[in-house]
Each structure stands twice: as structure tokens, then as C-alpha cells.
């Protein structure tokens, strides 16, 4: 039995996906041996509605010097988070003077570059550094520290309080979430306003998209689950904005209370959870037979093409990959190799696993019959991109919402 991170309510795995490594822990075939491994198994709190990991290793053995993923690698995120900046100069800074803000998990720059060519105030906080140098050499001013109550008071002291904070694809990542969420009350005026967006439980939950649930992602968050955790910290919901990208997020708009009007998207988004049943049992026992469903027909797919003598490789070798590969158990046997465009993982093996992963170019030289597409959140880009792929006959096998064959 452990504690909630958020309120403390006892919590009780509902299921394991078994000994998992590092997702991102790519290494290189003389690492074999030396890898950390530990049990990833998510669970419910019935105190507060969080959804989370038991067990999470150490911060240092996931984000540092050689952190792998780095935002910029897709097109249409770029677009996306040039929207979401766009989103924030309209609905916040709209009167305000020298308007100030500071995003957290700033990674590459993807986000902030917005803000620094528009010519506005702003602090990116990264920590993992050779993201964060990317960002940097743009002129984005970023710091490489990991964020809480102290370094907010920090900021403040040298810049102000801030008129917003955002974070996109971060704040499921932190397991101090009561040390963020005061660091953020603390940050903002008055009148600030707090948006951040991350992987939606309740997509996750309709997709069976259970590759969302790996080492870094410590939450998987709802309305409901973050209305409790920020409401402990002075700070309310006041707008939820569903979007497409990571397979469903949610925008999550939370200001100090009483600060600003409450769009009706709350309630009818919060009541949407109720209904899905978000907050049930139930709802997590059938999500872990579904897992069980989709690990047995992606391997016996997987198995079937082998023995049909095909081609198979994987398509971007995702943090996701790893829940993925390690909970189905599936090795070289039966995928080649996966490619994967951020040179800082060709060459590598993939994280217990030990699929080679090669540069997106031997994908293109050499065209398999099928593509496992591990990638899926980006399969609109993806599909765009590769017709030379499927004009030649190659076809796509995905396994959110259902294992199959794309046609
Ligand atoms: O929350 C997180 C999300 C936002 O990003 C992090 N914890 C880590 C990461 O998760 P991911 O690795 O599952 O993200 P993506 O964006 O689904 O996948 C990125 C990987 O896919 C990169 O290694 C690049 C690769 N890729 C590729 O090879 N070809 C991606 C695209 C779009 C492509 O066309
Ligand atoms: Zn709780």
C-alpha cells in the first residue's frame, strides 16, 4: 500500500505491466546488463480522482544531460504550440503591460520561441540541459533547474510575479505535484492565469491507449483529478479545452479563485467524466482487460506476419514504444528495427527490449512490408509524409484504438 502523491488517500495498483525500463533509456549494446528496471503499475485514488504511477524511479535517472526526445521533431506540433502561444497573448496579455511568462518543461523552445519573437518577457525552465542549450543558442532565455516553491520565489525576486505559467506535456511528469502547484500560486498575480496541457485520462481510458503509462508520465490527469489536486493551492478551474494532440489532451485554464469568470466547459466536461465513469472501479477493471486484449493481438499479428515471412519494422521509436514493446514482449524477433528521425537514439537499442534503432533513412532505402506505427498520436503527419511508402505497397499496422492493419 502507498500513499496518493496528492492527498494522501491509501492506493492500491489496479494493475502491472511488469518490469519496465527507463523510456528513454536508449544504450548502445555494451550497456546490456546495466539496465535499471522497475514495476510499472498504475493506480486510482479514490480520495481525489488522481490517476497515477506507484512507483516512479528517481528524476535524475530520466531527465539529464541525455535527454532523448526533443519537441521540435514534429512538424505539426510546431503549429500547435504557435496556436497555444497565440491563444495566451489573445486571452491574457490582451490590456496588460510588459506582460511576463514563464513556461515549465520549456524542453527545445517550441512554445517560448513564440513569446521571444513577439518580444515579450519571458523564462523557460528546463532541466534537462542539452534541450534546454537548444533553446538557449535561439536567444530563449531558459534556466536548467527543476521547478518548486523555492525557485518560484527566485523568479519573482529577480523578474516578478508572472502573468501566466504554461507547461505543455510536463506537469504529468512531476511527482511533487503539491510543491509545483504552491511554487505556481506563489509565481502568479493575482490575476495571472495557469494553462497546461497533457495526455487526457479520458482518452486514454476510451482508446486503450494504455502506451500513455510509462516512467515519466507519473499522472495521467482529468478535470476532475486536477480541479482537487490545484483547488488545494488557491487555484480553480476556469476553462477545459480538449485537443487532438498525444492520441487526446486536455488545456487545462486554472487562476487564482475569484479572479476570473468560469466558462461552462467545466462543469459540462466534469459531469462528460462522471458519466464515462472516471471515478469507478469498474472503469479500470475493463481497462486492464482491454490491455490484455490488445497485447494478445498485436503479438499474435505480429507472429502471424513473421511466419508469413514479411518485413516488419517500427515507425519512431516513441517514449510510449517502451510500455509497449516490454509489456507485449516484443524484440528483434519479431521487429527488425525501428526507425526514428532525433540522431541522439540511431545506433541505439530500444530500452529492455533491444530492437536496433536506425536512422529514419534505412526506412526509406529499404521499404518493408508492414510498418508498425509506435507513433500513432502523429499518424495524420506521418501518413502525409510516407505515401511514396504505401504507393509501394507498404502497410501500416497500429494498435490504438484496436490492433489492426490501416488500409
Ligand atoms: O510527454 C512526452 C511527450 C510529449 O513526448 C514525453 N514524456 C516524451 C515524448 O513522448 P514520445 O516519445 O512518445 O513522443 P512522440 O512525439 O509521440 O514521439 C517522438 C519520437 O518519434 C521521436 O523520437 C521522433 C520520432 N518521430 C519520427 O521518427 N518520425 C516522430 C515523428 C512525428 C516522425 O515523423
Ligand atoms: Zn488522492
Not at 31 to 59: H, K, R, S, T
Not at 66 to 92: E, L
Not at 179 to 202: H, N, Q, R, S
Request: charged residues 20%.
Amino acid at each position: 500500500m502507498t500513499c496518493c502523491r496528492v492527498c494522501g488517500t491509501k492506493i492500491e495498483a489496479f494493475m502491472s505491466f511488469g518490469a519496465m525500463p527507463i523510456a528513454n533509456g536508449f544504450l548502445s549494446p555494451d550497456e546490456i546488463g546495466g539496465e535499471y528496471f522497475f514495476e510499472l503499475a498504475p493506480a486510482f485514488c479514490d480520495g481525489c480522482g488522481m490517476f497515477q504511477l506507484i512507483d516512479q524511479p528517481a528524476p535524475e535517472k530520466m531527465f539529464h544531460e541525455n535527454y532523448a526526445f526533443y519537441s521540435s521533431t514534429s512538424r505539426h506540433m510546431q503549429t500547435h504550440f504557435k496556436d497555444f502561444a497565440g491563444m495566451v497573448i489573445q486571452r491574457v496579455f490582451a490590456g496588460r503591460t510588459d506582460p511576463f511568462v514563464v513556461e515549465l518543461g520549456s524542453n527545445d523552445g517550441i512554445m517560448l520561441r513564440n513569446f521571444k519573437e513577439a518580444g515579450y518577457l519571458h523564462l523557460g525552465v528546463e532541466p534537462s540541459s542539452n534541450v534546454a542549450d537548444v533553446a538557449r543558442e535561439q536567444g530563449i532565455r531558459t534556466i536548467s533547474e527543476f521547478f518548486n516553491l523555492e525557485l518560484a520565489k527566485k523568479i519573482v525576486a529577480e523578474h516578478g510575479h508572472a502573468d501566466a505559467v504554461l507547461s505543455a506535456n510536463v506537469m504529468c511528469h512531476i511527482p511533487d505535484i503539491n510543491g509545483v502547484a504552491a511554487g505556481i500560486a506563489y509565481l502568479l498575480k493575482k490575476d495571472g492565469v495557469l494553462m497546461f496541457e497533457d495526455p487526457y485520462l479520458g482518452s486514454m481510458i476510451e482508446k486503450t491507449s494504455y502506451d500513455q503509462i510509462y516512467d515519466e508520465h507519473v499522472f495521467i490527469f482529468s478535470g476532475t483529478s486536477v480541479g482537487a489536486a490545484f483547488g488545494r493551492h488557491g487555484l480553480e478551474l476556469i476553462d477545459l479545452l480538449p485537443q487532438t494532440t498525444h492520441g487526446g489532451s486536455m488545456r487545462y485554464v486554472l487562476a487564482p479563485k475569484g479572479s476570473h469568470p468560469i466558462s461552462p466547459n467545466v462543469s459540462m466536461i466534469l459531469e462528460k467524466e462522471r458519466a464515462q465513469g472516471l471515478h469507478q472501479p469498474e472503469t479500470y477493471a475493463a481497462f486492464k482487460a482491454n490491455c490484455e486484449q490488445s497485447r494478445s493481438d498485436l503479438v499474435g499479428l505480429l507472429r502471424s506476419l513473421k511466419e508469413q515471412g514479411k518485413r516488419v519494422v517500427g515507425y519512431a521509436a516513441t517514449s510510449k514504444s517502451t510500455t509497449v514493446t516490454n509489456y507485449c514482449g516484443i524484440g528483434p524477433d519479431l521487429i527488425e528495427y525501428i526507425s526514428d528521425t532525433t540522431p541522439i537514439k540511431q545506433g541505439k537499442l530500444t530500452p529492455g527490449t533491444h530492437i536496433p534503432v536506425k536512422p529514419y533513412e534505412t526506412f526509406q532505402e529499404k521499404m518493408p512490408d508492414y510498418a508498425l506505427l509506435f507513433a500513432w498520436n502523429h499518424a495524420v503527419e506521418i501518413f502525409e509524409k510516407e505515401q511514396i511508402f504505401k504507393a509501394k505497397g507498404g502497410k501500416w499496422i497500429t494498435f490504438v484504438p484496436q490492433v489492426g492493419i490501416v488500409e
